[in-house]
C-alpha cells in the first residue's frame, strides 16, 4: 500500500515558477509521477519518473517541467518554470501502477 501527499502549489504569476513535492510512504513502486486537471478538462499525465530516474514529458510541458525523485527521503519533486496560464489546475501525486493518486494541489497562473 501506498500513500502520497503534496505540498507546494500555489499562485504564481505567468512567466513564475513553482516547485511540488509528494512525500510517500509504504512500499517503494517502480513508476511515480504527476497528473493535473485543469477546470472543465479530464485528468492528463504531466511527467513520470522511475528508480532509475528515467523520465517522461507530457509534450506541452518538457523543457519547462523537470521531475526527480530522492528515494532517501521518499519524495519526489516537480520544479515548474516559465508557467502559462493553461498550467493553471489541481496537480496530483500518482502512482500509475496502483492507478492512485492524492488529493492534489492547486496551482494558479494569472497576471
Known amino acids: 500500500q501506498v500513500q502520497v501527499e503534496e505540498s507546494g502549489g500555489g499562485w504564481v504569476q505567468p512567466g513564475g515558477s513553482l516547485r511540488l513535492s509528494c512525500k510517500w510512504s509504504?512500499?517503494?513502486?517502480?513508476?511515480m509521477g504527476w497528473l493535473r486537471q485543469a477546470p472543465g478538462k479530464e485528468r492528463e499525465k504531466v511527467a513520470s519518473?522511475?528508480?532509475?530516474?528515467?523520465?517522461n514529458y507530457e509534450e506541452t510541458v518538457a523543457g519547462r517541467f523537470t521531475i526527480s525523485r530522492d528515494r532517501r527521503a521518499n519524495t519526489i519533486t516537480l520544479r515548474m518554470n516559465n508557467l502559462k496560464p493553461e498550467d493553471t489546475a489541481v496537480y496530483y501525486c500518482y502512482v500509475p501502477a496502483l492507478d492512485y493518486w492524492g488529493q492534489g494541489t492547486q496551482v494558479t497562473v494569472a497576471s
Open positions: 519518473i522511475t528508480t532509475g530516474s528515467y523520465t
Open positions: 509504504g512500499r517503494t513502486v517502480y513508476v
